[in-house]
């Protein structure tokens, strides 16, 4: 026979004073109308709570790092650029907001187009169907030469492609990052897969020194976090690669016992990826820091956060 069940009686159920109950909510951390003013008017005006304050939370741990000359790093997958993100980005390195920036392979391809034709990104279904995907000429061609001149002169790719851009007759260098990067002497570091990037199809393309140039700039990305301390590392639209990158120069660095910790970590992304996640969001910060996750598009959430950094910079 199955058991047979009457209503829970509730008589005796206990009761709090609602006076004395903790709330994670406060009227005095509720949101105000905005009726015009400059942007920092605009995020005072923002509720005191969950995104909102970790967004605040973010522009000041930039503030405070850069105030005590600690690295603001950018890592960024190739999603940003595409989303016509660049002037953001060279705005802030000019401006001092960010001393470092490291990327996957794709983005030199959009980066380099930009600034040789003033347009980028492909239709790849389009291109796909008909066997011409990635076979831009001019890409493949100019971005190999960069990387292997480059590498003979001891370059990493991101010095290499950037002083390859800047001595170039492209029309719009403006544009380039890693020009911008090459520029102010800021680094500018390249991690690349092999086999996932347009240029690696083409005939030009040199193993070697694709790998030499990778590796160098690996080692040199590895130096920048290991001066991490106080600083913050912003993950902006890689998935994969860029957050795995970063968990190798956390351990190289720890490793050769320099004082990696105390630091903000923050992931930038419309999704929230498991390695991003662990490798930027988690285990850096677990011997000491601080990790931030904003979700949101890059086309809407990056300059939001560049126009509250200019402001407060401005003060």
Same mark, same amino acid.
Not at 115 to 130: I, P, R
Not at 158 to 184: D, F, N, P, Q, T
Not at 265 to 294: K, W
């Given at each position: 026979?199955?058991?047979?069940?009457?209503?829970?009686?509730?008589?005796?159920?206990?009761?709090?004073?609602?006076?004395?109950?903790?709330?994670?909510?406060?009227?005095?951390?509720?949101?105000?109308?905005?009726?015009?003013?400059?942007?920092?008017?605009?995020?005072?005006?923002?509720?005191?709570?969950?995104?909102?304050?970790?967004?605040?939370?973010?522009?000041?741990?930039?503030?405070?790092?850069?105030?005590?000359?600690?690295?603001?790093?950018?890592?960024?997958?190739?999603?940003?650029?595409? *989303?016509?993100?660049?002037?953001?980005?060279?705005?802030?390195?000019?401006?001092?907001?960010?001393?470092?920036?490291?990327?996957?392979?794709?983005?030199?391809?959009?980066?380099?187009?930009?600034?040789?034709?003033?347009?980028?990104?492909?239709?790849?279904?389009?291109?796909?169907?008909?066997?011409?995907?990635?076979?831009?000429?001019?890409?493949?061609?100019?971005?190999?030469?960069?990387?292997?001149?480059?590498?003979?002169?001891?370059?990493?790719?991101?010095?290499? *492609?950037?002083?390859?851009?800047?001595?170039?007759?492209?029309?719009?260098?403006?544009?380039?990052?890693?020009?911008?990067?090459?520029?102010?002497?800021?680094?500018?570091?390249?991690?690349?897969?092999?086999?996932?990037?347009?240029?690696?199809?083409?005939?030009?393309?040199?193993?070697?020194?694709?790998?030499?140039?990778?590796?160098?700039?690996?080692?040199?990305?590895?130096? *920048? *976090?290991?001066?991490?301390?106080?600083?913050?590392?912003?993950?902006?639209?890689?998935?994969?690669?860029?957050?795995e990158v970063f968990l190798k120069a956390i351990a190289v660095t720890r490793n050769l016992k320099h004082d990696v910790k105390n630091f903000t970590t923050v992931n930038m992304d419309f999704i929230q990826h498991y390695r991003c996640r662990e490798n930027v969001l988690r285990r850096p910060v677990l011997s000491g820091g601080r990790s931030i996750a904003l979700t949101g598009h890059h086309e809407i959430m990056f300059p939001l956060l560049a126009a509250a950094l200019n402001d407060r910079q401005n003060k």
């Amino acid at each position: 026979m199955p058991k047979k069940y009457k209503p829970i009686s509730v008589k005796k159920v206990k009761t709090c004073c609602l006076k004395s109950r903790k709330s994670k909510v406060e009227r005095k951390k509720a949101g105000k109308p905005f009726k015009g003013g400059s942007f920092g008017d605009f995020l005072e005006s923002l509720p005191g709570i969950l995104a909102a304050d970790d967004f605040k939370a973010v522009v000041d741990a930039v503030v405070k790092a850069r105030k005590n000359n600690k690295p603001v790093i950018l890592g960024m997958g190739a999603h940003p650029i595409k *989303v016509g993100l660049s002037p953001v980005i060279i705005d802030l390195m000019e401006s001092g907001l960010i001393t470092a920036v490291a990327m996957n392979g794709a983005c030199i391809v959009h980066d380099y187009e930009l600034s040789l034709m003033g347009h980028t990104s492909e239709d790849v279904d389009a291109e796909l169907c008909k066997g011409t995907f990635g076979m831009a000429a001019e890409t493949g061609r100019g971005l190999n030469r960069a990387i292997i001149n480059g590498v003979k002169k001891k370059q990493g790719i991101g010095r290499a *492609v950037g002083e390859h851009i800047l001595k170039s007759k492209a029309a719009y260098k403006e544009m380039s990052i890693l020009a911008a990067a090459s520029s102010l002497g800021i680094p500018a570091t390249v991690h690349v897969a092999i086999g996932t990037d347009i240029i690696h199809m083409h005939a030009e393309a040199d193993g070697r020194a694709i790998g030499e140039g990778s590796m160098r700039d690996f080692r040199l990305f590895s130096s *920048v *976090v290991a001066d991490l301390k106080g600083g913050v590392y912003i993950n902006l639209g890689s998935a994969v690669i860029l957050p795995e990158v970063f968990l190798k120069a956390i351990a190289v660095t720890r490793n050769l016992k320099h004082d990696v910790k105390n630091f903000t970590t923050v992931n930038m992304d419309f999704i929230q990826h498991y390695r991003c996640r662990e490798n930027v969001l988690r285990r850096p910060v677990l011997s000491g820091g601080r990790s931030i996750a904003l979700t949101g598009h890059h086309e809407i959430m990056f300059p939001l956060l560049a126009a509250a950094l200019n402001d407060r910079q401005n003060k």
